[in-house]
């Protein structure tokens, strides 16, 4: 089975707590809202045997394949430290390191199992996604007077 299960594109709103450890470096606590576009995609075949059900023996296949996406709403919590390069840039500058867990919440998936030869469908996948990232974001900040 070929199965992919992406994060197209995410945005937060957050709030920032710190302390300032120096008047040049800042410790924060961030968390909020997190929103983003999920998507699945699989594509697999499925091999069934009729042998037992009253019919000739034989084996039909069909092939299976699903693409869903949506945009889903959870949450965001991480931390990071600010500071400034007074020796190197002007004050305007600053670096940011900072880390965010991400949780988009999940994605179910349904698809029956299609028979071939008229005989029908023979039952259903369930597949259950869970989207979470772990995001490492490193910046340079320029701030405008």
């Known amino acids: 089975?070929?199965?992919?299960?992406?994060?197209?594109w995410f945005g937060t709103v957050r709030a920032?707590?710190?302390?300032?450890?120096?008047?040049?470096?800042?410790?924060?606590?961030?968390g909020g809202l997190a929103y983003g576009r999920v998507h699945v995609t699989a594509f697999a075949s499925s091999a069934v045997s009729l042998t037992g059900f009253g019919l000739d023996p034989f084996v039909t296949t069909s092939p299976l394949g699903f693409i869903?996406?949506?945009?889903?709403?959870?949450w965001t919590v991480g931390g990071g430290i600010e500071g400034r390069f007074t020796y190197w840039?002007?004050?305007?500058?600053?670096?940011?390191?900072?880390?965010l867990y991400v949780d988009l919440g999940s994605l179910d998936t349904v698809i029956p199992l299609a028979g071939t030869a008229g005989v029908g469908t023979f039952?259903?996948?369930?597949?259950?996604?869970?989207f979470i990232d772990h995001i490492v974001r490193v910046g340079l900040n320029y701030k405008f007077n």
């Open 123 to 130: 039952g259903i996948i369930t597949q259950h996604t869970d």
């Open 89 to 99: 840039l002007p004050p305007a500058w600053s670096w940011k390191l900072e880390y």
């Open 68 to 74: 869903t996406s949506k945009t889903n709403v959870g």
């Open 1 to 8: 089975m070929n199965y992919t299960a992406e994060i197209d």
């Open 16 to 30: 920032r707590l710190g302390y300032l450890v120096t008047d040049q470096l800042l410790l924060y606590a961030t």
